[in-house]
């Protein structure tokens, strides 16, 4: 069984359940939204936090706009989140929205706050 954490030609495979069942879907974090919403938080954390730990930063910087005690980031308040660190050209329009959503397997609007660690990493 390959680990959630494993890399597949640029995809990471994560496990959705359903209904008690557990199965694997790949997670593409290359898709073009991803890459731009990796590469502003890179630069951000470059130019502000190089100190801090990568994955504490990440913690500290999504923690504000997560839903349900931190379990999920809801895909509306990315573009809030850009815009307050100061990227608003990176902004994702909805169709960019919804293909963040689809290559992270989910149904509704929120992304589960570890795949969405995994996506900016």
């Given amino acids: ?38 590469n502003a938080i890179a630069d951000y954390r470059q130019r502000n936090y190089t100190m801090e730990l990568p994955s504490r930063f990440k ?13 999920s980031v809801d895909i509306d308040q990315l573009n809030n989140l850009l815009i307050n660190i100061g990227y608003r050209e990176y902004c994702l329009s909805t169709q960019e929205q919804m293909e963040l959503l689809r290559n992270a397997g989910s149904n509704g609007r929120e992304i589960p706050m570890k795949q969405m660690l995994e996506l900016i990493e």
Avoid: H, N
Wanted: glycine share 10%; with cysteine; aromatic share 6%.
């Fill in 1 to 38: 069984m390959i680990s959630s954490s494993s890399r597949l030609i640029g995809m990471k495979l994560s496990t959705i359940g359903y209904r008690g069942t557990m199965l694997m879907r790949a997670f593409s974090s290359d898709c073009e939204p991803a890459i731009r919403l990796r």
């Fill in 59 to 71: 913690k500290e910087l999504l923690s504000p706009y997560s839903k349900d005690g931190g379990s």
